[in-house]
């Protein structure tokens, strides 16, 4: 049996933690309880925060799609609701991270442990 590929580690590793952030079980934004989905603040590109909770945010499809229309207003909104979020975001958005296939192996049995261990 081969060993799984550190793309399809990573998307797994994903999925998992996309699935502990749509747990909170409603938009963090307007509350809907519909079509949530795991938000990235900074983007997924940023490769020191793109699986870090920190960085994610619980939204419906609607307010997703508002945050990407009007990033101004979504930065505006999100750094008045989470100001130490945002000292978080700033002081760790420029580490330099590189992963590999032990990281993304260790993120997805930390994330199953969350999601066994009753967390979500």
Known sequence: ???PTKSKLKLKAW???SKII???GKCERCGNTNYLQAAHIVGRNNHTLRFDPMNLLCLCAKCHRWGHDNPDAFT???RNKYPARKIYIDHNRNRL????VQDYEEMITM???LISGGVI
Do not use: E, G, V
Not at 97 to 100: F, P, Q
């Open 111 to 113: 994330f199953k442990k």
């Open 22 to 24: 749509r747990s909170k």
């Open 1 to 3: 049996m081969s060993k």
């Open 15 to 17: 999925n998992l933690l």
């Open 97 to 100: 991270t590189k992963r590999n």
């Open 76 to 78: 505006d909104w999100w």
